[in-house]
């Protein structure tokens, strides 16, 4: 039978073009969030986080995007270069506030 | 800086046997994590220590998991007995404070439970 979690959404973008990775998160309470980036073979690496007091918070060309009244995220990496390709995770701190729930991330694969 | 250090990288064991993993964190972070990450979802954290005391045990099945840090630095997570769906990398992470956005990941052992 089919396993959930295997199907792995994915987006494949030319080497200099803009990204947008998007994530819904579940939890109405949580007002923290991350994204991850994972390379093959490796853990996750903090790429930047958002509260939920902002809508928008930029970084060394990614910029995250907040939606509260859809529970909407989105990553976006400007001129994206093939050492960008990964596994994208948004990560947000439900109820309890300490604990972080990983989504189930998004494949990009850079075309040189 | 040496980062997360997780061994072995790899295991391979049959349903049933124990299975050990263990992980070095950086030096000074007191807070310790373990998450277990199957194939193509996100990691789901398994427990979290804060020195030697654990903080979040929640989501760790305790009838066959277990896991200690006795003296606030190292620490062994273990499966006893192990079942096919345990098959998932085991990352490892640490952090000076606890904080999430200073949370720096290990390479992971992968499990595969045959």
């Known amino acids: 039978g089919e396993s959930v979690g295997l199907h792995l959404p994915t987006l494949s973008v030319q080497e200099g073009d803009n990204s947008i990775i998007n994530c819904a998160y579940s939890n109405s309470a949580s007002d923290y969030f991350i994204w991850y980036k994972q390379e093959s073979g490796k853990g996750p690496q903090f790429i930047i986080d958002i509260r939920s007091n902002m809508d928008k918070r930029q970084g060394q060309r990614v910029t995250v995007l907040l939606n509260k009244t859809v529970k909407h995220l989105s990553l976006q990496i400007a001129a994206t270069q093939p050492g960008d390709s990964a596994v994208y995770f948004c990560a947000e701190n439900g109820d309890t506030g300490n604990q972080f729930y990983f989504g189930t991330g998004t494949s990009l694969t850079v075309i040189p | 800086e040496a980062g997360v250090a997780q061994s072995p990288r790899y295991k391979i064991i049959e349903k049933r046997q124990s299975v050990a993993f263990w992980c070095n964190p950086i030096?000074?972070?007191?807070?310790l994590y373990w998450y277990q990450q199957i194939l193509g979802q996100g990691p789901k954290l398994l427990i979290q220590?804060?020195?030697?005391?654990?903080?979040?045990d929640s989501q760790l099945p305790k009838d066959r998991f277990s896991a200690e840090r006795l003296k606030g630095v190292d620490s062994t997570l273990k499966i006893q007995p192990a079942k096919l769906e345990d098959s998932a990398v085991y990352l490892c992470?640490?952090?000076?404070?606890?904080?999430?956005?200073?949370?720096?990941f290990g390479p992971g052992t992968r499990l595969t439970v045959t």
């Open positions: 992470a640490s952090s000076l404070m606890g904080g999430p956005d200073e949370q720096y």
């Open positions: 030096s000074g972070h007191a807070t």
């Open positions: 220590f804060q020195n030697n005391g654990v903080v979040d």
